[in-house]
């Protein structure tokens, strides 16, 4: 059997660029570029907790960088250098090949490089360490929104939880949205680029991580400032069509988490800025509502204004 | 039960005043010091491979940070910035408690800020990401060893795996000495002090997790250096006295793992300076060998200058 060093240097070493020293000493080293703000973030993925057993390798090593890039884009901030802890229950090595190719697939195409990282034997976890730079003082804050804002989300949500709901058996989605739904779930694209383009534009930001609403209940929360959202405004995605159950397909928009779209707060005179990066990027930022001075609450209207209910509250690991 | 969020906010969020912004955003922001290099390193705890089921939760938090810890020191590194991701089976706040008590109490010690990270339900698992800083073009290497240099080692090694080797019933070890061992193996002191000394002394550096002969032998292959390790100058643990089975003891002490010594290379023209060190911080400092030119092997001698066989290797994960 390959040992735990034969596989970090057959599947994890690649050349580092952009750092003084990657994989292969006691630390990577880098250099910050001047006047730059290092944003960090760390996710775990856990087989049974984040991802159904079984799932496809090239997916997994994608899902977990883009994870971790979807909090880079949040902030505002350019992917530079990653770390990997893998725990796996057997050195597999065509699943390893699997998911490096995932990894570095996802990474070589948004400037990331892989520096450094743990291989062990265990239940199989994923953790993954990115860091970023942001100008000092443009990272994009969840406490910065304004009464007066105008609350966007690029894409469109809901996806990830409609293709989790089949996967578990509660819904029945058709093909081609079947694989759309699965697609979304399992490899989400961060929008990493959005993240960039919204320096200087928004004045807060999240990634939909947990589902839009609670993830908008974050950035009220913490800017301290309440928010009306118009739920006709809210973007259907193409996959919704093809779900029998539209109550529950609409509380998978609202409320499903995983999509890791980008949800942000700008003032109106950025609509202007803001349709022309959309253009650019080709990806549609919508409009869905507005923050207003008061309680740190989401009031969810219907067409005629009227205040309906909230569905569930987004995911959380322990309740 | 307290939700995700509560958790992270009871046990999680202390005030983090060396970063541009702590806990509770999608990423941390930090600025490095002008003129400094960042040193990131990973390690992933696993219970089962790493720690025992049942194993102390202060002890716990503090050694997940502690291995972190002593690979900064390794490169020479001031620590400063740490993310933790946790997974937990349940939210047991009395085991939470403890962990962060361990976990805060060396980060403080060693002037760590606790920035971010993720909190799961999983099997038990623990990963930390810790950041440091070293001047740039100071780093201690593992490719630095030349030919002529003294091979140094802090401290004793081999009273981890003396205590490892009690636990699981394969000796047995009196107290006090067995007390020491264990607490050696569950709660090491990383030196973090000696890292930072060491700059400017030292040719190349590793710390011993994996054995000391493991270990030198990383720094040979990166080096591309022999190295000549004279058996009866390689310094015994007190509890190496208790242990009836000597030759058992003295593998322990050349490749047992977990012991977080530095191990060091350094000419010879640096002795004085290392003497003031090793008085300044109260830790012995002991000359083991000397690196030579040739093939990437330790030989381990005898008093009369013999090779003798070398012990079995140190710990891999895979084999």
Known sequence: MASEFDLIKRYFSRPAPSAVLGVGDDCALVQARPGMTLAMTTDMLLEGTHFRAGTDARRLGHKSLAVNLSDLAAMGADPRWALLSLALPRADESWLDAFAGGFYGLAGRCGVDLIGGDTTRGPLAISVTLIGEVPAGLALRRDGAQAGDDIWISGATGEAALGLAHLSGRIDIVEPFRSGCIERLEAPEPRVDLGGRLRGLANSAIDVSDGLLADLGHILEQSGAGADVWVEQIPRPP?????????????????????????????????????VVSADLGLALTRIGSIVAGEPVAVLRDAGGNSIPVPRPGFDHFR
Chains 1, 2 share one sequence.
């Open 239 to 275: 996959g919704m069509v093809a779900c029998a159950d539209q109550a529950l397909a609409l509380e998978c928009v609202t409320s499903g988490g995983d999509d890791y779209e980008l949800l942000f707060t700008a003032p109106p005179h950025a609509r202007g800025d803001l349709a």
